[in-house]
Each structure stands twice: as structure tokens, then as C-alpha cells.
């Protein structure tokens, strides 16, 4: 690429009101707030007190007192290690199948992704109905149809927080067919057709051949659904909202926490201190799988 | 390709039998929704539901504007995803350009700034944004609800790997001929980068549509409220009327289907690009 020895004083003019207001709002919006978050987490910074102090530590320390503050780390936890997994897995599965010259190709992509384009709220309410109890829920309806006992999925904790990220996994599954047939498209046909000729059977061709080739697809991949799943919120709080509820404390995460903490008590820096941990583990986590990938690929 | 695929008949079945039942699986929840929201309520809170409305109705859908301003949520919802994709398309292009095509001292320190947020979610810097937005004035107001939205390093980033692709040539061709930046980015940047600030512009529609948290804290009035939020306490208030939740549903899901199917290759390819977040 060849580029401008010295800008103009038009280059110049154009660069300063495009760049100034742009970098500005960055600075504002985007990493000034990550910066006070981490601050924060060290206040007892409340919005209806204005005295504010330093805590060294106290905010951690009483983090692991906090038994919902216990419940929420390890049900999203929970939902990294279930999540993470099950998108992957299926979106391999879907976006390999895809890609064995199926006709309707488009059609079967676009109702994969359909899910992951259409809002998260109306999603969880219509699943949430699926899930009542009783036989008005869908769910519940077919089970009994195959003659299998009713499950209270909204009413037995472990299964309504299972529930829950299932919404999560159908909601973001397309997200990952794409991404995977993307790089699928993108390995050249004669590497497959090579091993073909050497007698290599469809599914060598695929772990020997696709896997390791899509390896820096699938590393991004992981990247974004673990980061997807500690963040998750609206599917929790819808799920967890309503009269016919009975485990909206037991099914809480990370960031329902920070909401309550946050936005329901005003305690904002203790709000601040489960914001930092999020963002300690999920980095944990990210990097964590960089260096796995890197391993097994060394 | 034109080779054949080499699959035994079984094979065949068993491939076209697992794409189609998974891919019924994916979408069920949106026919079962589509259906129930033309039923009577009757047909709605049954032991033996059935698939098809026995008789179809539109009575949930008019009966919401009289429950709930929807008019209302609907045209907030419109309002800021539509400032948000106007900020958000014209502000990627022009950045992009400038990092594409412009060498000067720090430029790679700006790109780093304004890319190094693009993992961190909304979520974890909310109460510092929260603040600010109330040090401003701007709870309850649609600045407040706005601004966040009006910047987005994926979209820039996409921009910037487009425009890099356009010629020197062209760009220098029409400042030899006198034409001030402005120009040069009205007349030959613009026009050769459609295609991917209308990637961008969808798949920031969508995205902002979605988007529920930030609503959730900062608009605390009904009038203020967006589609997701309004959807949201309307089914809070209502527990019991599924017919009229599901109608309501169905509304909030439409433009994003309508807008999904009409440009699906471009969202698809926007979205395997940016992931749809800021």
C-alpha cells in the first residue's frame, strides 16, 4: 500500500474533525468505564451516600461471604462449561454437514441463524412459556405425548438453570454454523479430494484434515462463546422474573448479580467488585485457551 | 461444482433427515409462536393444544395498543436504532478511511485504542456508564439511551479492511484534480464502500433492536421504552395473557426478520465478521 508522504492541510482538516470527536467518545464511552470499573471495585461507593472510602480488600473478601454472590459464580461457571462445549460441538457438526454439497444449503443456514438474529427478549418469553408448567407448556405436552414423566423445568433449580442455558445455546448456536462453514468454504477443495484419492475415508477427511486446518476458526470461536456465556443476562432475567418463578435466586449469574448489586441497591462499587471479577475470569479463561490451542497445535 | 456428492442412498437420508429435523428444532419456537398469537384464548390454555388455530383471530394483535402504548415502544425502538446506524455508518466509514489511507505519527496507538474494548461486553463496564449518564442528565432521556451506541470498533475495523483494498490511484486522481477531502471521501470512498457500510448499518440495526440491559437501567418511564423493555413489562403485568404476549412477540421479532431475510448474504457476512457487538 502506498501512502501520503505529507498529509495536506485538507487531509489534515479532514483527519482532525473525523478523528478528534471519534477517539474522544472511545476515550469516554468505552475505556474510561473499564477503567473506573476496576477503581470502583476498590469503594464502598454508594449512590444514595455520598461518603466514599477505600477498601483495600473488604469488597473480596466479603464477595465470598455473599452466599448469591457464591450462587451466581458458580451457576455461570455452570453455563461456561455447558455452553462453551455444546455450541461448539453442534456448530461443528451442523456447519460440517453443511458443507457436504447439500442442496437447499441457504435455506438450512438461514434457519440455523435465525435464532441468533432475532432479540433475546421475545426469545426467552416465548421459551418461557414452552417451559410452563402443567401441560400448558409446549415442552412438557410432548412429553407426554411420548408417555414420559412431566420435568418441572422451571420449578426444580438445577434443571430450570440447565433450561436456561439451553435458550442460551439455541439462541447463539447459528452464530457459530456460520463462522465454521465460513472457514469450512475457505479450505481448499484438492486438500479434501488428495486425501480422498489416498483412500481416506469422509470422516478422516474431517478430523485429519478440516479440524486442524479450521483450528484458528474454532479458538476464536471458544473465544467468543466463553466470553458470551460469563456475560450472559437477559435470558436469566426474564427466565427469573414472574409469579410462577420459583428459582429466580437459585438461577442467578454474574451479571444478574451486578444488575441487583448495581442498579436495585445502588451498591455501586460492590457492584464494580463482581464487574472485576467477571472480567478477571473471563480474560482467565480467554487466555487459557490460547494456550491450549497453541500446545496442541506445537 | 457440478461433481456429484457420491453418497449412498442411506447416507443421503440420514444426512437430509439430521439437517432437517435439527434445523425444525432452531426455528419451532417462532411457527409455534406465529400460530398461537391467531388463536382464540380458549385455544391458547388447553390440555390438547393444536397446531393450526381452529379459528384464526386477530384479536390479540388489536387488542394491544389498548393494554400498552406498543405505537409508542415501537417508534422509541425505531428512533434509536436508526440515530444509532446513522452515527455508526457514517462514523466507521470515515474513520476506516483515515486509518486505511492516512500515515501519520500515532495512528497505530488510535487503531489500538479503539479496537482494544472489542472483546469487553457492555456488561462489565455498566455502572461506570450508568454514572456517567446520570452526572449528564441523560436517565430517562433518548440521548441517554443513545449514546453508548453511536461508536463501534468492529465497524470501523471492517471499514478500514475494505477501504484499504481501493486503489491509491483513484483517490490521488481526484485530488490532482482539486477536489478537498470531503469530496474525495464524498465522491469516491462512499460510492466503492456501500457494500460494507450496509453490512455494518444491519447488522448495527439488529444489534441495537436487541439490545436490553442498557434500556433496562437507563429508560424508567414508559414513554421512554423501547420495544424489548415494553415487551418485557408487558408480560410482567399480564402473566396470564399468552395470546396477547405472543402477538406482541411476534411484532418485536418482525422487523428483524423482515430486515434478516431481505439482506440475508450481507448480514451473514457482517455478522461472521463482527460477532454483532460494538
Known sequence: ?298 | MGRKSGRTLPEQVGLYLFLGITSLIMVAPFLWVFLTSFKRSTEIVTETPQLLPLVWTLENYLKLPKVAPFVRFFLNSILVSGVSTLFIAFGSAACGYVFAKYRFRGRNFLFFLVISTILIPLQTYIVPLYLLTWKLGWINTYQGLIFPLIIMSSGIFFLRQNIMSIPDELIDAARVDGASEWRVFHSVILPLSLSPIAAISIVNWVYTWSLFIWPLIVANSTEKFTMELGLMYFQREYAVDYGGIMAACVITLLPVLVVFLMFRTRIIEGVAFTGMKH
Open chain 1, 1 to 298: 500500500m502506498r501512502t501520503v508522504e505529507r498529509l495536506t492541510r485538507s487531509q489534515l482538516g479532514f483527519l482532525w474533525s473525523i478523528m478528534m470527536p471519534v477517539i474522544a467518545l472511545f476515550i469516554i464511552i468505552r475505556v474510561l468505564p473499564v477503567l473506573v470499573v476496576l477503581l470502583m471495585s476498590f469503594t464502598n461507593y454508594n449512590m444514595n451516600r455520598p461518603l466514599v472510602r477505600f477498601l483495600p480488600y473488604q469488597n473480596f473478601t466479603r464477595l465470598f461471604g455473599d452466599p448469591n454472590f457464591v450462587t451466581a459464580f458458580v451457576n455461570s461457571t455452570e453455563f461456561v462449561l455447558v455452553a462453551v462445549p455444546v455450541e461448539i460441538v453442534l456448530g461443528l457438526a451442523f456447519a460440517i454437514y453443511l458443507n457436504r454439497k447439500v442442496r437447499f444449503e441457504s435455506l438450512f443456514e438461514t434457519l440455523y441463524f435465525l435464532p441468533y438474529i432475532v432479540p433475546m427478549v421475545p426469545a426467552a418469553i416465548i421459551w418461557k412459556w414452552i417451559y410452563a408448567p402443567g401441560t400448558y407448556g409446549l415442552a412438557n405436552y410432548l412429553l407426554d405425548l411420548m408417555g414420559l414423566p412431566r420435568v418441572g423445568w422451571m420449578s426444580t433449580p438445577q434443571i430450570s438453570l440447565l433450561a436456561v442455558i439451553g435458550i442460551h445455546v439455541w439462541k447463539q448456536l447459528g452464530f457459530f454454523v456460520i463462522i465454521f462453514l465460513v472457514g469450512l468454504k475457505n479450505i481448499p477443495a484438492s486438500y479434501r479430494e488428495a486425501a480422498l484419492v489416498d483412500g481416506a475415508t469422509r470422516w478422516q477427511v474431517t478430523r485429519r484434515v478440516e479440524i486442524p486446518l479450521l483450528k484458528p476458526v474454532i479458538l476464536f470461536g471458544v473465544v467468543m462463546a466463553t466470553i458470551w456465556a460469563w456475560s450472559a443476562f437477559t435470558e436469566v432475567y426474564i427466565m427469573s422474573q414472574g409469579t410462577d418463578i420459583s428459582t429466580g435466586a437459585e438461577i442467578q449469574v454474574m451479571v444478574t448479580r451486578i444488575y441487583a448489586e448495581g442498579f436495585l441497591y445502588f451498591n455501586m462499587g460492590y457492584a464494580s467488585a463482581i464487574s472485576f471479577v467477571l472480567f478477571v475470569v473471563s480474560l482467565l479463561f480467554v487466555g487459557l485457551q490460547f494456550r491450549l490451542f497453541r500446545e496442541r497445535s506445537a
